[in-house]
């Protein structure tokens, strides 16, 4: 794995509201390249602070605070509400998008037959990530477990 470190998230000190108020917490995957670069796009547009990153390959990170595992925030996306709700799949980059000022895209995304459509991509891409990303050896495509991970 030491090839995707180049595709790290910034620190957290490039992470505005660390800790702060936020409207939209997002739990990604910080090894994943095209996470990452998704993230990065919505960090940069990020200028009011609206978006808490919580990139969940860090080894600090527990997951066992949310009430979640490890294993299911890396099934798909998850994100939190300022009010502590869980959201996953597309809602997360639906309140993603809207927090940083694409409130055009997430009208139409919520448009009859485009929810599904985008929900079944979703999920077949969240199915084939590991190995779209390049993560799988020998066709085996696995979550490894961190020290500490629960």
């Given at each position: 794995m030491t090839e995707q470190a180049e595709f790290r998230a910034p620190d957290a000190s490039l992470e505005p509201n660390r800790g702060g108020p936020f409207q939209v917490e997002v739990f990604y995957d910080g090894d994943c390249p095209l996470c990452l670069r998704e993230i990065r796009m919505l960090q940069r547009r990020d200028v009011a602070g609206r978006i808490r990153f919580t990139d969940i390959a860090r080894a600090e990170f527990d997951a066992s605070s949310l009430g979640l595992d490890h294993s299911a925030l890396m099934q798909k996306i998850h994100g939190r509400l300022a009010d502590g709700t869980i959201i996953e799949g597309v809602e997360v980059f639906r309140r993603l998008y809207d927090a940083v000022g694409f409130q055009r895209l997430v009208r139409l995304?919520?448009?009859?037959?485009?929810?599904?459509l985008l929900e079944l991509s979703y999920r077949s891409f969240a199915k084939h990530r590991l190995r779209l990303t390049g993560r799988c050896e020998e066709g085996v495509c696995a979550i490894h477990s961190r020290v500490g991970a629960d």
């Open positions: 995304s919520r448009l009859p037959g485009v929810t599904q």
